[in-house]
């Protein structure tokens, strides 16, 4: 079975600075996917950026970085100079690519990006 | 579609009551995913289609509970004799398949008084 933690208190954060959330996982299945969602307040889910365990490099999308770390099962995520549109409840989630590609969600972490 | 529909938006239902919610996926989208979210909580897994075939049920809580996708496009989730603790937010998403990333519909808020 997936396993995400998400256990960090809600952050706030100076605009235009940079905030990492933390993630760590559990899974013995060598072959898997993390995601980050985002979930503003109007209640969208809205996809971020995914890493593959396999992949090389640290996944990079615009303003959003993937820390990857496998040998801690940690999938850290990293936004760069912080908007205040970022304000935000985010999700860490994982796929099993042996399985059925469901994802197993972490319990969040809410980000308030302060002016 | 352009992106994953769900209807209704809201709905409020009296104990008892049979709800049924509907997902349009994306267009093409083979594998369509029925998720429930409490306040406060990440969506947690219910049920899972490629094409029409129901390929993992295990998320249903209960018997009361049931997904069909019978074309491979449209799914309807169904909640039979509704209860207050099924109150929550349910939520589709489809993929294109294998590891790809899941587009999720603005779901449906469900509140049983």
């Known amino acids: 079975a997936q396993k995400i933690t998400q256990t960090q208190p809600g952050m706030f954060v100076q605009e235009k600075e940079a905030v990492t959330l933390d993630c760590t996982y559990d899974?013995?299945?060598?072959?898997?996917?993390l995601f980050w969602y985002k979930q503003p307040s109007s209640g969208e889910m809205i996809f971020l950026i995914y890493q593959g365990s396999y992949d090389q490099q640290n996944a990079t999308e615009g303003r959003y970085s993937l820390n990857f770390q496998k040998a801690r099962k940690s999938a850290n995520l990293v936004i760069s100079a912080s908007q205040l549109g970022d304000s935000a409840m985010y999700f860490c989630?994982?796929?099993?690519?042996?399985?059925?590609?469901?994802?197993?969600f972490g319990k969040g972490n809410q980000v308030v990006v302060i002016p | 579609g352009a992106g994953v529909s769900q209807s209704p938006r809201y709905k409020v239902t009296k104990r008892g009551q049979d709800v049924a919610l509907r997902c349009d996926p994306i267009?093409?989208?083979?594998?369509l995913y029925w998720y429930r979210q409490a306040l406060g909580q990440g969506p947690e897994f219910l049920t899972y289609?490629?094409?029409?075939?129901?390929?993992?049920k295990s998320g249903l809580p209960n018997d009361r509970f049931s997904a069909e996708r019978p074309e491979g496009s449209i799914s309807t989730l169904t909640i039979q004799r509704t209860e207050q603790r099924d109150s929550a937010m349910y939520r589709c998403?489809?993929?294109?398949?294998?590891?790809?990333?899941?587009?999720f519909g603005q779901g449906t808020r469900l509140t049983v008084v």
């Open positions: 989630a994982m796929s099993l690519w042996q399985g059925n590609n469901r994802l197993a």
């Open positions: 289609f490629n094409y029409e075939a129901q390929q993992d």
């Open positions: 899974t013995s299945d060598p072959s898997y996917g």
């Open positions: 998403a489809s993929s294109s398949g294998g590891n790809t990333e899941a587009f």
């Open positions: 267009s093409g989208h083979v594998s």
